[in-house]
């Protein structure tokens, strides 16, 4: 299907996001369930900042380092073995009901070598790819059917509220590192100047943000992570309410939506501008929140199946624009300022500003949820709007080739 690159070559690629995403997913979805099996329920909310927090730094400093000093193939390599090791610590202290301070401790550190793990991956997968319009959404899309096999293998072993989720967990990113030793060497342009200590940090990553299109996606995405946080957090629980116990396998819908758009992609890179595309999962992210609003079983089903159309649309032409836009040597940082404002910045003022939303909504009378869906759906309308006003997509492009630039 894809002949630009080996056939072996593609499926390398793929199997490095399938198990990736396999690896993420085999802890991070249990984590909740099994701090609550060993009497760590107050834990929970800072567990999980643990990963916002983690991606304010650690992806930017990795990435700085496979843009400066090292394959980011080797980099990978090493952060996989500390993130097996970090993990395995962390479920033992779970397991064996340490300090609280303790646990948190690993599961930051375990969070810290974890988080660059994704765009390093992407940095690695981009390299490689002849045409990243045509083949990165089928590639990505593997990443998804790992996560989902990932969550299907835990409940497979029993594992949802066992310390088994961790140490499986960590049995894959052992597989993650063992194998990069597959993957051909993907070496970092060598700088011949003295880095300065902002260099070394990843913070000279900043400096793409003074290109105005560039600005404008980075803040796009980071605002529509915002509202994203509030279906991750409350569309299980209204689920519940509404009759559908099975929240997980509801809730894959939207994961199923996403790998068809992914499918998707190329056909729409190669006769869309990018702007539009970007439109129209901002669109589909209005239209999701609206239909959940409504209420009833029908209308939040699919809600939910928009979910993965507006996930795609938005976050991964994000990563396919950066490819296109910034020079090689820049890619790994620029993937990682990605993650960090959306994981790190976006996220992490979803999950305490929906949270404070939902209080505030569940305080009134009536339909609680119509009000909450209802506002989240006008904060993506608003997101859309900035785009389309402050996104041009035309004139002088930031390190970028004009062979290899992206319709825009």
Known sequence: MLRTIRRAEYAELTALFFITGAALAMW??????????????????????????????????????????????????????????????????????????????????????????????????????????????????????????????????????????????AGAWLGVCAFTFLLSALEAPRSIVTLKWHQHLGLDAL????????????????????????????????????????????????????????????????????????????????LRFALSAVGGPAWVIAGVLLHGCSYTLVLITAQIYLDQRIEPAWRARGQALLMLVNSGVGSLIGYLGVGAWYQACARGDGNHWSLFWGGLSVTVALVLIIFLTAYRGRGAHMGASSANSARN
């Not at 765009?119 to 899309?141: M, N, Q, W």
């Not at 509030?230 to 939506?257: D, K, N």
């Open 28 to 169: 991070f979805v249990p984590l909740s369930n099994v701090l609550d099996a060993h009497g760590f329920q107050n834990l929970k909310p800072y567990a999980f900042a643990c990963s916002a927090l983690a991606a304010f730094v650690s992806p930017l400093i990795f990435g700085a380092m496979a843009d400066h000093h090292s394959s980011p193939v080797r980099v990978l390599r090493g952060l996989s073995l500390a993130t097996a090791v970090s993990m395995a610590l962390a479920t033992t202290a779970i397991k064996r009901h340490g300090n609280p301070w303790l646990v948190l401790g690993l599961i930051q550190l375990h969070a810290l070598c974890s988080s660059p793990a994704w765009s390093l991956s992407s940095t690695i997968v981009f390299a490689r790819l002849a045409d990243a319009k045509k083949e990165f959404g089928p590639i990505r899309a593997m990443a998804t059917l790992g996560w989902m096999a990932g969550c299907w293998l835990i409940s497979a072993l029993g594992a949802d509220t066992s310390a088994l989720a961790g140490y499986s967990a």
């Open 207 to 286: 400096t793409l943000l003074k290109n105005r299109d560039h600005r404008v996606v980075f803040m796009t995405t980071t605002l529509f992570c915002i509202p994203m946080a509030g279906f991750y957090l409350y569309a299980p629980p209204h689920l519940r309410e509404i009759g559908l116990t099975h929240t997980s396998a509801w809730m894959s819908l939207g994961q199923i939506t996403e790998i068809i758009a992914m499918f998707s992609l190329s056909a729409l890179l190669a006769n869309w501008r990018l702007k539009w595309i970007v439109a129209v999962g901002l669109a589909f992210g209005v």
